[in-house]
């Protein structure tokens, strides 16, 4: 068990090396240069003010989900649940990130089609294609952090689905992934609603 635990940690380290920017924070300086679509309408002012709301959201249900691990009635039902709404709650930051970052508008509608394989793709897969951006088109490192919001918690779903029992390990990968994408919303916060 833990050599199976040390040999995916390793393969996960090699796989991180072609996208370094993968997890790293982007600078004040790089944040100002960032190419955004400017709101001066105030319909879309109102969607974006919605959409921080929604982020606000979506950190205060992944802190659930994190929290509920350690929860000795802990179900799977209860696990999904929680994924299923940051999913659901990451498809409209995503629409709003479209716009606001018209670069990442390919990037992130091809991020969307994970949703319909998340019954069928592979752990493995999904990380290659999606957490390392295999079946992703080029994008700039804006782009990343916004579908990491819609990626971990997909992640979450298929771990669920590959251990309906929640063994342990299951819930330790739970943890970092649903750990690791609260590390974005900040970034998130500022590159789409500011």
Do not use: W
Not at 53 to 66: D, F, P, R
Not at 163 to 179: F, G, R, Y
Request: with cysteine.
């Amino acid at each position: 068990m833990i050599k199976r635990s040390l040999q995916a940690t390793a393969l996960s380290l090699i796989l991180m090396t072609p996208n370094l920017h993968a997890s790293t924070a982007m600078s004040d300086n790089e944040l100002k240069n960032v190419k955004k679509t400017e709101v001066t309408d105030i319909k879309e002012r109102e969607k974006l003010s919605k959409v921080a709301g929604l982020l606000a959201e979506y950190e205060i249900e992944a802190k659930k989900l994190v929290n509920s691990l350690d929860s000795t009635d802990l179900t799977i039902a209860m696990v999904n649940q929680r994924a299923n709404t940051l999913l659901a709650l990451s498809e409209t930051i995503i629409e709003s990130a479209r716009f606001r970052l018209p670069q990442c508008d390919e990037y992130l509608s091809k991020t969307l089609l994970l949703k319909d394989m998340l019954g069928t793709i592979s752990n493995e897969t999904l990380e290659k294609d999606y957490h390392h951006d295999g079946a992703l088109p080029k994008a700039p490192v804006e782009c990343y952090h916004t579908k990491d919001l819609f990626v971990h918690p997909a992640t979450v779903s298929v771990l669920t689905r590959d251990d309906p029992s929640l063994k342990q390990e299951t819930k330790d990968s739970i943890n970092a992934e649903i750990s690791e994408v609260l590390g974005h919303i900040e970034l998130v916060r500022q590159l789409v609603i500011y």
